[in-house]
């Protein structure tokens, strides 16, 4: 046997090998799947949804890889605020919004009486989370959440979404066919979870269904309630952009630290635009999503109202600040800079584990840029004598590598 016959002959018995793996697997895989659906439709007949949509809905369902596939998948690079800010905050985005507030000012303003909701917010969170309707995601909830549910991660939290996914179809609110949305089963104009949408939807049409998909009128009524239900409160706006005096302790930031606006007053703080900051009793924190030479916002309840929706502190600026150009109001006085650093999941890790070393608590080392660690980077600022904004930047990020590496040597 010549070498090139030998090796053609390896060569097929190792594809013929991988395929046989690969068909094994697939086939495991599946077996797996099935048992996992055969589970789910017991524990739904068990908690009272009907056999109906059971068979419907769990009889049918598929398994989406992709879903996986995304569910595994984190960006790579961190995001800063001028990222997010900006990709989110256009002029486009801006322009639509007004048209909507218009088109849709009646309901709206009925909503308001009932509420005490502002039209202005209601439209903001419709613009961040679809667009204003424009896409609510394509994919099916059912096939995503029995995919998620079958899956070791998570799969405690997205089989009691499933349920209540079964328990609205059952319900008649919508089929099993448009229920669409997003690949980790967020819902319609508002992007609810099924869970969300049990305990906050309203049938505010009169149809008989809670749809958030069909009716303008459910989705607006039901993120109202979401928001009035997590205690907004109509006296106050979220916040405001601020004017910081150029002596500031930025070691008062955060969304931790919590004054009265007549304190805030008496450090010097301003507005950028409209009438000055009463002296008054009202608490708010102050925030520098992109550190001192960035925008300074002072935010009041209402905005930790709005983190109850998303817990990202950009999102809720993002949802204040549309919110305001919506309504009229001026873009930012102070823009934020353009990103100095491209910082990784794995450096962040990095970084806070060097800050625990150096003794400052940054929270678990899980690669995400939140508030405590922008915390613990405010405190090494500090003891450092630099300007405790807690922003990170390529020299800082070198400086507390260095120092922790000389402890741990």
């Not at 390896?10 to 793996?21: D, G, K, Q, T, V």
């Not at 905005?303 to 990202?312: A, E, G, L, P």
């Not at 840029?369 to 630099?386: E, N, V």
Request: include cysteine.
């Amino acid at each position: 046997m010549t070498k090139t016959t030998r090796f053609k002959v390896l060569e097929r018995a190792f594809l013929l090998s991988s395929l046989l793996f690969f068909c094994t697997f697939e086939l495991a895989a599946n077996q797996q799947f099935s048992q996992c659906v055969s589970d789910l439709k017991f524990q739904a007949r068990q908690q009272g949804i009907s056999e109906s949509t059971v068979n419907q809905v769990l009889g049918k369902a598929k398994h989406l890889s992709r879903v996986i596939e995304l569910d595994r998948r984190q960006p790579e690079f961190t995001q800063t605020f001028a990222g997010y800010f900006n990709a989110r905050i256009t002029d486009e985005r801006v322009r639509n919004g007004r048209n909507q507030l218009n088109k849709n000012i009646q309901l709206l303003e009925k909503i308001y009486q009932e509420t005490g909701i502002p039209p202005k917010y209601l439209v903001s969170f419709w613009g961040l989370e679809t667009n204003y309707g424009g896409y609510f995601g394509s994919w099916s909830v059912p096939d995503s959440l029995t995919t998620l549910a079958c899956d070791q991660r998570r799969s405690a939290y997205f089989t009691q979404e499933l349920l209540n996914a079964l328990r609205i179809i059952d319900a008649g609110d919508i089929t099993a066919e448009r229920m669409v949305g997003s690949w980790a089963g967020a819902m319609g104009h508002m992007q609810f979870m099924p869970s969300t949408f049990l305990s906050y939807a309203k049938d505010a049409d009169g149809d008989g269904r809670r749809d958030l998909w069909g009716s303008i009128e459910d989705a607006m009524t039901s993120a109202a309630n979401f928001l009035l239900r997590m205690g907004w409160n109509p006296d106050f706006e979220w916040g405001q952009e601020v004017k910081l005096p150029s002596d500031f302790d930025y070691s008062l930031a955060g969304h931790h630290h919590k004054r009265s606006l007549r304190s805030w007053v008496a450090l010097g703080i301003t507005p950028t635009s409209g009438p000055g900051l009463l002296p008054s009793d009202q608490q708010a924190s102050l925030l520098v999503p992109a550190g001192h030479q960035g925008p300074a916002f002072l935010v009041t309840q209402n905005f930790h109202v709005i983190m109850r929706w998303n817990r990202s502190e950009f999102y809720a600026l993002s949802v204040g600040h549309l919110a305001d150009r919506i309504a009229g109001e001026p873009a930012l006085s102070q823009q934020p800079p353009p990103d100095d650093i491209k910082i990784t999941r794995e450096q962040v890790r990095q970084l806070q584990k060097d800050l625990h070393t150096l003794g400052i608590d940054a929270g678990d080392a899980d690669g995400v840029m939140g508030p405590q660690t922008r915390t613990a980077i405010s405190l090494y600022q500090q003891k450092t004598q630099r300007i405790a904004d807690g922003h990170l930047d390529s020299t800082l990020l070198t400086a507390i590598r260095t120092a922790a590496s000389s402890l741990s040597h």
